[in-house]
T-cell receptor
Framework: QKEVEQNSGPLSVPEGAIASLNCTYSDRGSQSFFWYRQYSGKSPELIMFIYSNGDKEDGRFTAQLNKASQYVSLLIRDSQPSDSATYLCAVRGNKLTFGGGTRVLVKP | DTAVSQTPKYLVTQMGNDKSIKCEQNLGHDTMYWYKQDSKKFLKIMFSYNNKELIINETVPNRFSPKSPDKAHLNLHINSLELGDSAVYFC????????????FGNGTRLTVT
């Protein structure tokens, strides 16, 4: 079992719709959780972090954390073509471990 | 100003050669990292340094040797390059060990022929 798992996609979303991305992790002691966006040929850039159970909203992005079920999700509202990228989930236990990423395609 | 900068951006070399990648951060962070991203886009940690001290050394071949002359710099030297070393190598930093998000450099695309 991989430490951090994501569906590789691609997740195809119509423009204006909500994109929902999921991530599960195996280390119950994990304390902090991050979502990064990576455009093709570019470096990962941080878009959200969450430390506590529940929801955290930042603009069109909402991160949701459920430690009991060991999953973290990212919602992108009003998806735009510029949101087309690979989204990486990262989980910090004793080190920061990345999932394989979910490729999102937003179609106009 | 670039927060985390690494050079070179592209590196094309032949098998058996030795090469180095340099990284510098001006964020005042204590911890620096090297990550490798393979063709399947999977990011895997290689090394972590906290204030010049090696913290994490994953199962990386001995051909890879990191060096941190000070907490703002972390270089990666690779000996006897192999085809399987072809990947994008990212340098990153975080404010302190075990905390905070990572800030990535722009990556070095290494191609071994």
């Amino acid at each position: 079992q991989k430490e951090v798992e994501q569906n590789s996609g691609p997740l195809s979303v119509p423009e204006g719709a909500i994109a929902s991305l999921n991530c599960t992790y195996s280390d119950r002691g994990s304390q902090s959780f991050f979502w990064y966006r990576q455009y093709s040929g570019k470096s990962p850039e941080l878009i959200m972090f969450i430390y506590s159970n529940g929801d955290k909203e930042d603009g069109r992005f909402t991160a949701q954390l459920n430690k009991a079920s060991q999953y973290v999700s990212l919602l992108i509202r009003d998806s735009q073509p510029s949101d087309s990228a690979t989204y990486l989930c990262a989980v910090r236990g004793n080190k920061l471990t990345f999932g394989g990423g979910t490729r999102v395609l937003v179609k106009p | 100003d670039t927060a985390v900068s690494q050079t070179p951006k592209y590196l094309v070399t032949q098998m058996g050669n030795d090469k180095s990648i340099k990284c510098e951060q001006n964020l005042g962070h204590d911890t620096m990292y090297w990550y490798k991203q393979d063709s399947k886009k999977f990011l895997k940690i290689m090394f972590s340094y906290n204030n010049k001290e090696l913290i994490i050394n994953e199962t990386v071949p001995n051909r890879f040797s990191p060096k941190s002359p000070d907490k703002a710099h972390l270089n990666l030297h690779i000996n006897s390059l192999e085809l399987g070393d072809s990947a994008v190598y990212f340098c990153a930093s975080s404010q302190y060990e075990g905390g905070g998000p990572l800030h990535f450099g722009n990556g070095t695309r290494l191609t071994v022929t």
